[in-house]
């Protein structure tokens, strides 16, 4: 009987959840058209044409500059050498030292 009790108790949450949904999805939607867009891009392009965009500091050298070259360059190494370096890292870590003397 408890067992009842708790699938309709959770079926009725479901349906609660399901119509706020809907309901905020509907509502969402009729905001939305409400509001009054500029009929053309070019309003927009407009006003953010009287702003300047600055750069994020990441994207800037020294010097200021806007750097054009790529952020990240990523080489291929095969797998012996990412295996040596991987061991060469293991092997300097502060716990290894104790383990090897423990086997």
Same mark, same amino acid.
């Given at each position: 009987? +408890?067992?009842?009790?708790?699938?309709?108790? =959770?079926?009725?949450? /479901?349906?609660?959840?399901v119509?706020?949904?809907?309901?905020?999805?509907v509502? =969402?939607? =009729?905001?939305? *058209?409400? *509001?009054?867009?500029? /009929?053309?891009?070019?309003?927009? *392009?407009?006003?953010?044409?009287?702003?300047?965009? &600055?750069?994020?500091?990441?994207? +800037?050298?020294?010097?200021?500059?806007?750097?054009?070259?790529?952020? +990240? &360059?990523?080489?291929?190494?095969? &797998?012996e050498?990412? *295996?040596?370096?991987?061991? /060469?890292?293991?092997?300097?870590?502060?716990?290894?030292?104790s383990?090897?003397?423990?086997?």
């Amino acid at each position: 009987m +408890l067992h009842l009790l708790y699938i309709l108790a =959770f079926t009725i949450l /479901a349906c609660i959840a399901v119509a706020n949904l809907i309901r905020n999805l509907v509502m =969402f939607s =009729f905001i939305d *058209r409400e *509001r009054n867009y500029p /009929a053309t891009p070019s309003a927009n *392009r407009n006003y953010r044409s009287g702003r300047k965009s &600055v750069p994020h500091p990441e994207l +800037l050298d020294s010097d200021g500059n806007i750097i054009k070259e790529p952020l +990240l &360059v990523m080489r291929s190494i095969n &797998v012996e050498d990412a *295996r040596q370096q991987l061991d /060469a890292i293991y092997e300097a870590s502060p716990g290894q030292k104790s383990e090897n003397h423990e086997k």
